[in-house]
Nanobody, 123 residues
Framework: VQLQASGGGLVQAGGSLRLSCAAS????????MGWFRQAPGKEREFVAG????????YYSDSVKGRFTISRDSAKNTVYLQMNSLKPEDTAVYYC?????????????????WGQGTLVTVSS
């Protein structure tokens, strides 16, 4: 299984970015997918997750209402649309997959990880 994250960059506060996570090497219909982030000096934290089969979504309180996770089954790709970005959203963002439909907010529960993409939000 390979996960390839992309779409990071530098954006001003209030701006938007869309991250992509292209998945390959497996049929993901029974997987749970998550986005995590890690800021310098901080622990990795859950951002959002989606049940690949049914499309149920989950968000951390810090991004709820601003970020939207979605998936395109035909492209085997998961997206994270990030709006109203804040400087505190600055981090390396990782996509992850676990071999069960249930989405959980704890990183050790995920089996596969992408390489990360840097998001920097300037004030």
């Amino acid at each position: 299984v390979q996960l390839q994250a992309s779409g990071g960059g530098l954006v001003q506060a209030g701006g938007s970015l869309r991250l992509s996570c292209a998945a390959s090497g497996r049929t993901f219909s029974s997987y749970g997918m998550g986005w995590f982030r890690q800021a310098p000096g901080k622990e990795r934290e859950f951002v959002a997750g989606i049940n690949w089969s049914g499309g149920s979504t989950y968000y951390s309180d810090s991004v709820k209402g601003r970020f939207t996770i979605s998936r395109d089954s035909a492209k085997n790709t998961v997206y994270l649309q990030m709006n109203s970005l804040k400087p505190e959203d600055t981090a390396v963002y990782y996509c992850a997959a676990r071999q069960t439909l249930q989405v959980v907010p704890t990183s050790p529960e995920y089996d596969y990880w992408g390489q990360g993409t840097l998001v920097t939000v300037s004030s």
